[in-house]
T-cell receptor
Framework: EAGVAQSPRYKIIEKRQSVAFWCNPI?????LYWYQQILGQGPKLLIQ????????DSQLPKDRFSAERLKGVDSTLKIQPAKLEDSAVYLC???????????FGQGTRLTVV | KQEVTQIPAALSVPEGENLVLNCSFT??????LQWFRQDPGKGLTSLLL?????REQTSGRLNASLDKSSGRSTLYIAASQPGDSATYLC???????????FGQGTRLTINP
C-alpha cells in the first residue's frame, strides 16, 4: 500500500510569517495524527482526527496553530505567525479503525529564522 | 501524568555486540507499547508492537519485552550491525486514550 505522503519536505521561513503543511494519509485510514518533533526530543501529539472530527487537540497552541481535515481524507496544518521555537519536524501519521499500528510520513522539517 | 522515559539518550557500541535499549513508563494500565526506528531526516518505522496481554515480541534480530508491573520495556538487538545505527523511540498507548506518548529516544551508533 502507498504510504503517508507529506509536503513540503523542508521549509525555511522568517519569524512572524505563516506556513502550511499538507498530509495525505493511507487510503481508507480514518484516523490522522499531526506530531511535532523538536530536535533531540520524541514526537509530541498536536492534533488527532477521526474522519472529519477532532479527537484530541489538547496540546495544539491554538493561538497560532490550526489544522483541518476536510472530507475526512487529506489534512493541512498551519502556523500563523511562526515563532523561533516552532522549528521542528512535523510528522503526519494515519491508522485505520481496525488496525493497531500507525504509519508515519517522512515529515516536514521547518526552520524558523 | 502519563510519561515515557528512555535512558540513555545516546549509546555507542562496537559492531557484533548484543545490546539492550530501555524504556520506562508511568501508569501500568497500558493498551500497547511500540518500538520505532528513526533514521536521520526520515519518518518513523514501527519495529515491534506489544499488546498489554503479551510479554514479548520478536522480529529477526530484535526482541522487545514488556513488564507492566515494573513499568518497563526493553528492546534487545542481537549481533548489532552498522546499519542498526539510528534513533530508537518507545511509545505507549494507555487504556482509554487515543494517542501515542513517545519517549525522548536513544540515539544508537554501531561502530564498524
Amino acid at each position: 500500500e502507498a504510504g503517508v505522503a507529506q509536503s513540503p519536505r523542508y521549509k525555511i521561513i522568517e519569524k512572524r510569517q505563516s506556513v502550511a503543511f499538507w498530509c495525505n494519509p493511507i487510503s481508507g485510514h480514518a484516523t490522522l495524527y499531526w506530531y511535532q518533533q523538536i530536535l533531540g526530543q520524541g514526537p509530541k501529539l498536536l492534533i488527532q482526527f477521526q474522519n472529519n472530527g477532532v479527537v484530541d487537540d489538547s496540546q495544539l497552541p491554538k493561538d497560532r496553530f490550526s489544522a483541518e481535515r476536510l472530507k475526512g481524507v487529506d489534512s493541512t496544518l498551519k502556523i500563523q505567525p511562526a515563532k523561533l521555537e516552532d522549528s521542528a519536524v512535523y510528522l503526519c501519521a494515519s491508522s485505520s479503525l481496525t488496525r493497531i499500528r500507525a504509519f508515519f510520513g517522512q515529515g516536514t522539517r521547518l526552520t524558523v529564522v | 501524568k502519563q510519561e515515557v522515559t528512555q535512558i540513555p539518550a545516546a549509546l555507542s557500541v562496537p559492531e557484533g555486540e548484543n545490546l539492550v535499549l530501555n524504556c520506562s513508563f508511568t501508569d501500568s494500565a497500558i493498551y500497547n507499547l511500540q518500538w520505532f526506528r528513526q533514521d536521520p531526516g526520515k519518518g518513523l518505522t514501527s519495529l515491534l508492537l506489544i499488546q498489554s496481554s503479551q510479554r514479548e515480541q520478536t522480529s529477526g534480530r530484535l526482541n522487545a519485552s514488556l513488564d507492566k508491573s515494573s513499568g518497563r520495556s526493553t528492546l534487545y538487538i542481537a549481533a548489532s550491525q552498522p546499519g542498526d545505527s539510528a534513533t530508537y523511540l518507545c511509545a505507549v498507548k494507555w487504556q482509554g486514550a487515543q494517542k501515542l506518548v513517545f519517549g525522548q529516544g536513544t540515539r544508537l551508533t554501531i561502530n564498524p
